[in-house]
């Protein structure tokens, strides 16, 4: 085993990650499908990271934004 490969294999195995571990699953995306329908006005879609509302969701805010 190269020194690169084992660098990167106790770097997974301190991060608590086993290849081949089945429970164990990283990501997933997901994009719901687009329908133009209406869009956000630009400063709203600027706060909110898109301009179709039907691709926002709500996530918890963790900072407070001053606007």
């Known amino acids: 085993m190269t020194d690169d490969i084992k ?3 106790e770097s997974a195995e301190a ?3 086993y290849p081949g571990d089945q429970r164990l699953q990283l990501a ?3 994009v719901p499908p ?3 329908r ?6 709203e879609a600027l706060r909110k990271g898109t301009l179709f ?5 709500p ?3 963790h900072y407070d934004y001053v606007e």
């Open 7 to 9: 660098g990167a294999n």
């Open 15 to 17: 991060l608590g990650y």
């Open 28 to 30: 997933t995306a997901y």
């Open 34 to 36: 687009q329908v133009l």
């Open 38 to 43: 209406e869009m956000f006005t630009l400063p």
């Open 53 to 57: 509302p039907e691709l926002y969701r």
């Open 59 to 61: 996530y918890p805010h």
